[in-house]
């Protein structure tokens, strides 16, 4: 059953941990990235940081299925080649990914998708560009943050394809959604790992394994597609674009990830992340302030 545009809307933000009304995000229907107003006051006190934590943008950006946007025009200007291994890129593009980064500066294509301007590199202070507004992830080097992507379908089937061979399976109830661990490395390097997870079946208390030891929680039951598993190191100020390939079957976990549907037609997704900022003894505004 295909979403309407508003509940694809409240899912996305429900997984984004932001609110549906009133964030400059959704007001400018997913443009992006916008410049954040100096001289507001933040409405919640700002949050101290730690010295090792990692502090990530995240933004996704919706565009028609086949809009030049998500062609050429955006892949010239986003390294493929050197995000990710060969062979690790030949298996993500046949199961229907397409993953790259960006510069701090980045493609035009991506600037009008982002509802940005050519002033993004441009620094602005000590800050090196204008402050990014959407939803700002603050973690500690070494732990993991969830980003929920593609909408939740009531049965879909899902092939996994392989050097090898191809595994077929089907999942009841699914929803979908990376998990992604931030790793600091030297000189305002990060390395950011991402898992493909199928959250699917019925909602009950299971016994699942946690760092502390093992402990009941309540929700579905979660399959990890380790096959699918890949990293891109990110320098302050860059992005990581991640969408579907064009030619995305609907039975591959790429479309599963980012192809919905509106009303009338549909919907590819792209998800961004730019490295923010490294821990320093500095603040990070609330995230009220996109409010």
């Not at 400018?28 to 409405?43: K, N, R, V």
């Not at 990530?56 to 565009?63: A, P, W």
Request: glycine share 10%; net charge negative; with cysteine.
């Amino acid at each position: 059953m295909a979403l309407t545009r508003r509940e694809l809307i409240q899912t996305l933000a429900a997984g984004l941990c932001l609110p549906v009304t009133g964030c400059a995000l959704f007001n400018e229907g997913w443009s992006g990235f916008a410049t954040a107003d100096a001289g507001a006051d933040p409405t919640l006190p700002p949050i101290r940081r730690a010295p090792s934590a990692v502090v990530l943008d995240v933004v996704f950006v919706e565009r028609p299925v086949g809009d030049p946007l998500l062609g050429k025009s955006l892949w010239d200007g986003v390294d493929e080649s050197g995000a990710v291994d060969f062979k690790v890129r030949q298996n993500l593009n046949r199961n229907g990914f397409r993953v790259g980064v960006a510069g701090s500066s980045p493609p035009r294509a991506l600037q009008s998708m982002l509802g940005l301007t050519t002033r993004i590199a441009e620094a602005e202070g000590d800050a090196g560009g204008p402050q990014l507004v959407g939803r700002k992830v603050a973690i500690v080097s070494g732990s993991e943050t969830e980003v929920v992507t593609g909408s939740p379908v009531p049965s879909c089937e899902l092939v996994m394809h392989h050097e090898e061979e191809d595994n077929r399976r089907r999942f009841e109830n699914a929803r979908f959604q990376f998990r992604i661990k931030a790793e600091k490395l030297q000189d305002g390097w990060v390395t950011l790992q991402f898992v493909p997870e199928i959250h699917h079946g019925e909602q009950q208390l299971r016994h699942v394994a946690t760092r502390s030891g093992w402990k009941y929680h309540n929700g579905q039951k979660v399959s990890p597609v380790y096959s699918q598993r890949f990293e891109v190191k990110l320098n302050l100020g860059e992005l990581a674009v991640l969408t579907s390939t064009r030619d995305a079957s609907e039975e591959t976990l790429g479309s599963r990830f980012f192809i919905g549907s509106e009303e009338t037609s549909a919907v590819q997704r792209v998800l961004v992340i730019r490295l923010a900022e490294l821990g320093r003894t500095e603040q990070v505004a609330s995230s009220s302030e996109a409010g």
